[in-house]
């Protein structure tokens, strides 16, 4: 019976009792994206930084795992006149997304992290998951911003490109990355975060393989499906390559956090408080 009591006793510690399990947070950081237009030098890379924003919850299995729910907003651009590369240049294709996500992560500590009575008060931490977002690649066309996806650009849902198919505005993707956290008390903690987002799509700039006929395009989507499939100024033979079909698009975010702790423990304090004042019974 007194083993059963003891065993009792530590899960109750470690999972419960004075144990800072659950957080709450916002974020504010940068979004980009890498992909068929990403440019290739870093004056470019650095215009297409944007702005994002983002809330989560995080739920403290223990002081080594963590399991997080967050949503992002940002967007996303890339333009070919950017490039020092003539070719892309002579392709002169541009784009800009909105991005909205929603994503499940694991995180760990790798030092262990418990803000509560500032036992481990900082660690790096990796992470890995899962997360749907939402995209809609737009180009700037007449001093308009046109929607890409219903152009069927690459002759995506027509009957000539049975093997295309129009392209989901809604897609998965796998964010892995790293970040550092801090507890400045036993309730609020900052840090700062990375990741990379894998994603199953190559239409996050609406490229990805072969021109198509411009007189097809004309006849089934129309005159501005055919213009901005094709923006060289000169005509293109079906077939040539637009985009690299063979790597799908990715995009990365980066935030700065501060979040608060709440649960079982109740305590607001500074890091002079006595840590013998609370903690695991001992027997």
């Not at 870093?42 to 983002?54: D, E, K, V």
């Not at 294709?93 to 995180?107: D, G, P």
């Not at 840090?191 to 411009?214: F, M, Q």
């Not at 501060?258 to 001992?282: A, E, H, Q």
Request: charged share 20%; proline share 3%; net charge neutral.
């Amino acid at each position: 019976m007194r083993f059963l009591i003891l065993i009792s006793a530590f899960i109750a510690c470690t999972f419960t009792n004075g144990f800072a399990q659950h957080e709450v947070g916002v974020s504010i950081g940068l979004s980009t994206y890498q992909g068929d237009l990403a440019p290739d030098n870093i004056q470019g890379s650095i215009g297409n930084l944007h702005a994002a924003f983002g809330g989560f919850y995080r739920y403290n299995v223990n002081n080594f795992i963590a399991a997080k729910l967050g949503v992002n907003y940002g967007r996303l651009s890339a333009d070919d006149a950017e490039s020092d590369a003539l070719s892309k240049q002579r392709r002169n294709l541009s784009f800009r997304s909105t991005l909205l996500e929603a994503a499940l992560t694991v995180e760990w500590n790798i030092l262990g992290y418990q803000a509560y009575n500032y036992s481990r008060v900082f660690s790096p931490y990796l992470f890995a998951g899962v997360a749907g977002f939402k995209y809609n690649p737009k180009a700037f066309y007449d001093n308009v911003w046109v929607e890409l996806q219903p152009l069927s650009t690459e002759g995506q849902g027509l009957a000539e490109y049975p093997e295309r198919a129009p392209y989901k505005l809604i897609q998965v993707s796998f964010p892995i990355g790293l970040g550092v956290k801090y507890a400045l008390t036993d309730q609020w903690n900052i840090g700062l975060e990375a990741g990379l987002r894998v994603t199953l799509t190559d239409y996050i700039d609406d490229v990805s393989t072969t021109y198509v006929s411009t007189d097809e395009l004309l006849v089934n989507r129309g005159e501005l499906a055919a213009q901005l499939s094709n923006r060289t100024g000169v005509d293109v033979q079906s077939g040539k390559q637009r985009g690299n079909a063979e790597n799908n698009d990715t995009y990365l975010i980066g935030m700065l956090f501060i979040s608060f702790n709440f649960g079982d423990n109740g305590l607001v304090g500074g890091r002079s408080r006595n840590r013998r004042k609370s903690g695991c019974p001992t027997f």
